[in-house]
């Protein structure tokens, strides 16, 4: 094998003995001086598309990332495999980034991170026109590609520039890479920054994520058992909608003793970058586990690897965004979860905020019709990730590990239901000459005297308690189910009152069936005790036994001193998963160590010997 082969590098520099996906196919096209379009979900390993084309071809790899606060991370994680690299941007004072300049022109780094501006400043320019002319100019990799879309909620009117790289850079490769990009932003990127691109697109399946949907009923309390019983200690993201419910969650969970931390726009830059690098840093070595509480604002490039669970108290208006948002757990592809709470406020909620926005009609439709489908999948009695590839075009097969798929919940032919309750909507109309909230048409349903059953007699009404066969939980969950479809209205400015629509009169006249789940306080108690829980969530990953669970302890304890000492987050000098492999296979010496994945030949020399004297119990402090 040659030193420059993909790989050789690819076991030597990262560890690793097999490509992932299509990586080996991307590396080789743009290794070969061709342009690329990456799409592949949160973790699935886009970054060695671009380092290993770097250190393939002569000179330097220019990474274009609008992610400042990572740069340095990054670097530093390089720094680790032996990968000379470093970032150019505003971080970085005049003769810091003077120095970055000199090591560029002396051609002694692999990899330079740069930010759009930056890069597009003239003074850069000039620098990577020196570079280029010099035949030091290996590639460019543009991360979050799909920045360049002015449709998209990520726009960054720099991208747009960056079209300038082919022109002014025509026989440097270029790779943009993203996550997060539909047909015609895919096109968008193409076509603005590439030239004849080939585009990889890989499955977005993340099957390391669990998806769980509950119903909400106190959903802070709900909360704190979720992350108290499934994920103590544990570093995890909660989104909320508004700014104030982010404040309040984070203090409620600080009241019970679980370290949270808010993030969002209304807060000044200085706390949300220091809430930020808290959380990126959260780990054994840095205080702890950390919950960030925060809008959507906290977003785009969290690659904290380790993060174990995304809880949304409040639905995200589309699936893309749900996806986008749940994506940022189990980067390093270890068990994780993604939770949510669901009821009828969240369908109000976000029908009202596009009703209430100021978006041309086209613009509305589109909204709603995302939100459909985001309903759906919150509805869904089936496997949760078949809807979601689906929706991104995508076939799969019941996927054994979502709710669903795990308890299957039992699903009832709520047609009949469906129907009392749009007669009983109908007759409290028709009777009175005005509309009436949900409250009011469940009471009459059930035979429940209230004051405005009293005051407009509609215990006369031939809908009286025709449905006190069910509890009112239940009806709360048909009439959440009529809404998602659309078969019933909630008027929010009208003191939330309920109205048929034009899709009523199919489910009337029996034309329509309607299938629901049981509501989840009927069956057996649910959200796992304890034991259970832990036993579940275990099973992604590879379960120790108890010395390698012992061992993998003074492991991660002997990690975290070193972390420290280099002042870089634990993860950067190893991942779990490769802690996890040693202390299974407890290699005695450093030529056993350089099997396990994960470990490349620069972590050998620097750790091996420290990592063979742990597993053999002579472990020192470093
Ligand atoms: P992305 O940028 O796509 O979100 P990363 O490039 O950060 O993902 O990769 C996610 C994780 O997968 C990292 O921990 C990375 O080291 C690991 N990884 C990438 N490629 C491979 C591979 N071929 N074999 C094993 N692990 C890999
Ligand atoms: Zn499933």
Redesign the pocket.
């Known amino acids: 094998m040659q030193p420059r082969d993909p790989q050789h590098l690819?076991k030597s520099v990262?560890?690793?003995?097999?490509?992932?996906g299509f990586?080996r196919e991307v590396i080789d096209h743009v290794a070969g001086g061709g342009d690329a379009l990456v799409l592949?979900?949160?973790?699935?390993?886009?970054?060695?598309?671009y380092?290993l084309p770097a250190l393939l071809r002569p000179g330097v790899g220019v990474v274009i990332s609008p992610l400042i606060a990572l740069m340095q991370d990054q670097v530093a994680a390089l720094s680790e495999l032996g990968v000379r690299a470093a970032f150019l941007n505003s971080t970085l004072d005049a003769r810091a980034a003077a120095r970055v300049e000199q090591q560029l022109r002396a051609g002694a780094l692999d990899l330079v991170y740069i930010a759009p501006e930056r890069l597009l400043g003239e003074r850069t320019l000039r620098l990577l026109t020196e570079c280029h002319e010099a035949g030091r100019l290996a590639l460019f990799a543009i991360?979050e590609a799909h920045c360049v879309s002015q449709w998209g909620h990520d726009f960054r009117p720099e991208y747009g520039q960056l079209a300038l790289l082919r022109e002014r850079f025509a026989a440097v490769p270029r790779v943009a890479?993203t996550?997060t990009a539909d047909a015609p932003t895919r096109r968008e990127i193409v076509e603005r920054l590439l030239v004849d691109a080939r585009v990889f697109v890989a499955s977005f399946d993340r099957p390391n994520i669990r998806y769980r949907i509950v119903e909400k009923r106190e959903p802070r309390e709900q909360l704190l058992r979720f992350i108290r019983d499934e994920h103590p200690d544990e570093t995890g993201i909660v989104y909320c909608l508004a700014r104030n419910t982010v404040d309040e969650v984070a203090a409620f969970l600080g009241d019970n003793g679980i370290h949270a931390l808010p993030y969002h726009a209304g807060m000044d830059g200085a706390s949300r970058a220091t809430n930020q690098a808290r959380f990126l840093r959260a780990d054994e070595a840095n205080g702890g586990a950390v919950v960030m509480v925060a809008t959507i604002a906290f977003g785009m490039g969290i690659?904290k690897?380790d993060v174990r669970f995304v809880a949304h108290l409040d639905m995200p208006k589309s699936i893309e965004g749900y996806f986008q948002e749940t994506g940022r757990a189990g980067?390093?592809?270890a068990a994780a979860e993604a939770w949510m709470t669901y009821g009828l406020a969240d369908v109000v909620q976000q029908r009202r905020l596009i009703e209430l926005s100021e978006a041309d009609a086209n613009y509305k439709r589109l909204s709603t019709a995302k939100l459909d489908a985001m309903l759906g999948l919150a509805e869904a009695g089936d496997c949760r990730r078949v809807r979601l590839l689906a929706y991104f075009g995508e076939a799969s097969s019941a996927c054994g590990n979502c709710d669903n798929c795990l308890e299957p919940p039992q699903l009832w032919d709520a047609t009949d239901a469906a129907r009392k309750l749009l007669s009983c909507i109908y007759r409290c109309q028709q009777a009175s000459g005005f509309s009436f909230a949900a409250t009011h048409i469940i009471d009459v349903l059930r035979g429940k005297m209230n004051e405005k059953v009293e005051k407009y007699g509609h215990d006369r009404l031939s809908t009286w308690g025709i449905g006190n066969d069910l509890p009112e939980a239940e009806w709360r969950l048909v009439l959440r189910q009529l809404v998602a479809l659309h078969i019933v209205e909630v008027d929010h400015d009208t003191f939330n009152v309920l109205r048929l629509t034009e899709a009523s009169r199919a489910v009337l006249k029996g034309e329509r069936r309607i299938e629901l789940r049981r509501h989840e306080g009927k069956s057996a108690r649910k959200g796992p005790g304890k034991g259970r829980a832990r036993e579940r969530k275990r099973g992604a990953e590879t379960v120790l036994a108890n010395g390698d669970e012992a061992l993998f302890e003074r492991l991660r304890t002997w990690r975290a001193s070193v972390a420290k000492a280099h002042g870089v987050p634990a993860?950067v000098v190893f991942?779990d998963?490769t802690l996890r492999t040693v202390a299974q296979l407890r290699p005695q010496n450093e030529a056993e160590l350089a099997a396990v994945?994960?470990v490349g030949e620069k972590k050998l020399a620097n750790y091996g010997a420290a990592i063979v004297a742990v597993v053999q119990g002579r472990g020192q402090a470093p």
């Open positions: 690819l990262f560890g690793y003995d097999r490509f992932r990586q592949m979900p949160t973790g699935g390993g886009k970054s060695i598309c380092q991360d890479l996550a690659d690897p980067r390093d592809g993860y991942h998963s994945p994960g």
